[in-house]
């Protein structure tokens, strides 16, 4: 009996945005691929699609973390690939509730899975700074500047069915992004960089130029509380000269 290749996955991280501030806090804006053996699998706007290891369209590289090697057969790791990425294609694309690293968790999760338990036991676990942001983010939404979360995320392939589509067939039963090879990867902007040191600034600077939308409630409640403290203040004065 042929004896199964071994196949090693990485996840490739990438910034999103000027990173360099927030990452030393274990935060920021990333992108993630899961590299098995010579692809490398994302999710984006337009559905799941594949590309060349290490090279997301438009967003720089910053790391490259190796996770674990597992010993399956290149259809069953295919077939896997294709259930995870059917499942995600039912829904639209969200930076904080359903993103690439979302994606990338559910597939590295579920091959670890099918590989049995002593993959799991030498398996690495994901870092949580890689989508540690899109948690608190999607917690306190607020503190997201509303320019956040319409950052631009690197594009589906070239042909492939979008989650719109995906939604419309039922679980995206069209789905054939991994068939063939030679995908030409669609053009798209390039990331915003912020010049005043990142996301860390633009959520915590003093300077007012700092565009940082506050839901009126905050406002209204804080109005309510000082207008109590005053008539309470007044109150007890009154009492006083009686």
């Not at 633009?202 to 700092?210: A, I, L, P, W």
């Amino acid at each position: 009996m042929p004896s199964i290749p071994k196949t090693e996955i990485h996840l490739n991280v990438y910034d999103l945005v000027d990173n360099n501030n927030l990452y030393v806090y274990g935060l920021g804006i990333y992108h993630s691929g899961l590299q098995i053996g010579g692809t490398e699998y994302t999710f984006g706007r337009e559905g799941a699609f594949e590309h060349e290891p290490k090279k997301a369209p438009a967003v720089p590289l910053r790391d490259s973390i190796f996770l674990a090697t597992i010993e399956l057969p290149r259809d069953r790791i295919v077939s896997i690939v294709d259930e995870v990425s059917k499942e995600f294609n039912t829904q639209k694309y969200h930076l904080l509730n359903r993103n690439c690293n979302h994606y990338a968790k559910a597939l590295y999760e579920r091959i670890i899975d099918r590989c049995g338990r002593i993959a799991k036991e030498k398996s690495t676990p994901i870092p949580g700074y890689v989508n540690r942001m899109a948690w608190l983010g999607s917690k306190f939404r607020c503190l997201i500047p509303p320019d956040i979360i319409n950052t631009a995320v690197p594009s589906s392939a070239e042909g492939t069915e979008t989650a719109d589509e995906a939604s419309s067939t039922g679980a995206g039963s069209k789905f054939s992004a991994f068939q063939g090879s030679g995908r030409s990867l669609s053009a798209r902007e390039e990331p915003k960089k912020s010049s005043s040191g990142g996301l860390f600034n633009s959520m915590f600077s003093k300077d007012q130029s700092q565009d940082i939308e506050i839901p009126a409630y905050y406002e209204d409640s804080a109005e309510s509380r000082r207008e109590r403290m005053l008539k309470a203040a007044e109150k007890r004065m009154s009492s006083k000269t009686d």
